[in-house]
């Protein structure tokens, strides 16, 4: 039985969620100096990843090599860097009371592996609930870009040898008769819209620094209550 409850802690816990090339590694970035700047216990985590056999797990999954690496296995791989990165990094952050702004986490499994991948989502949902617990966001910014302008700003900018997913988006392999990254988009706004009271779509088409100005603005509603004070951008 999965229990949804929220775990009882004092931090804050954020995710950044979107297709390549939404903006999820720079705004996070931008976000975490931001916190710092103004004083908040702020800790950045990045999936898959955190922790040294969580490194080791996202080479296997991101690089070139693993082409041809099995569906189950790779969803068992995620699984395993998370629960391992909420273990060592995440949980006991929240316990102190800190910020947590992680790159990436469960809403990538159910988009990717789930509708992406087309494996059966209870089995993603007990994963999922397996790997982390209640470990779940306070909230979560899905950072929504046309596929031909993430598609673009991932392959223009990014290069390097963590490419086997944009490889196989470029190749633009069909999954039952619809492009993966079709299916991944639609995803995002399907899990969005199951959750709407944690996730936040964000139009990340936008100059970045707009994407950046909307996200604090819905943080400081929340953070304001909780911590008595504000983010400024600026400070
Ligand atoms: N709103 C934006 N406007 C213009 N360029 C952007 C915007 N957001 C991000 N970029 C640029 O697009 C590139 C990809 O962004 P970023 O790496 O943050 O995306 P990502 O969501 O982390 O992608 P991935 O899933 O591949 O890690 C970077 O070079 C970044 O500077
Ligand atoms: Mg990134």
């Known amino acids: 039985m999965i229990n949804k409850k929220r775990h009882n802690k004092q931090g804050f816990f954020i995710s950044l969620e979107g297709f390549e090339g939404s903006g999820k590694t720079t705004l996070s970035k931008k976000l975490y100096h931001i916190m710092l700047r103004n004083g908040f216990n702020s800790v950045l985590t990045k999936e898959p990843g955190g922790t040294l056999a969580a490194d080791k797990i996202r080479e296997i999954l991101l690089e070139r090599e693993s082409e041809g690496l099995g569906y189950k296995a790779e969803l068992l791989l995620f699984a395993a860097s998370r629960s391992e990165n909420v ?131 819905i943080l400081n509603q929340r953070l304001s209550r909780k911590y008595c004070k504000e983010i400024f951008l600026e400070s």
């Open 87 to 217: 273990r060592v990094n995440i949980q006991p952050a929240l316990e102190c009371g800190s910020i947590v702004i992680s790159d990436r986490y469960l809403d990538s499994t159910t988009a990717y592996q789930g509708y992406g991948r087309g494996i059966d989502m209870e089995i993603i949902k007990y994963l999922n609930y397996f790997a982390v617990g209640n470990i779940i966001p306070d909230i979560t910014f899905f950072l929504d870009v046309d596929t031909e302008i993430g598609l673009y700003r991932s392959t223009v900018y990014s290069k390097g040898k963590e490419m086997r997913f944009e490889d196989e988006f470029i190749q633009q392999k069909q999954i039952n008769g619809k492009l993966f990254l079709d299916r991944v988009r639609e995803a995002y706004h399907q899990i969005a819209s199951q959750n709407p009271d944690r996730i936040q779509v964000i139009d990340s088409n936008r100059d970045i620094d707009l994407v950046l100005n909307d996200i604090i603005k």
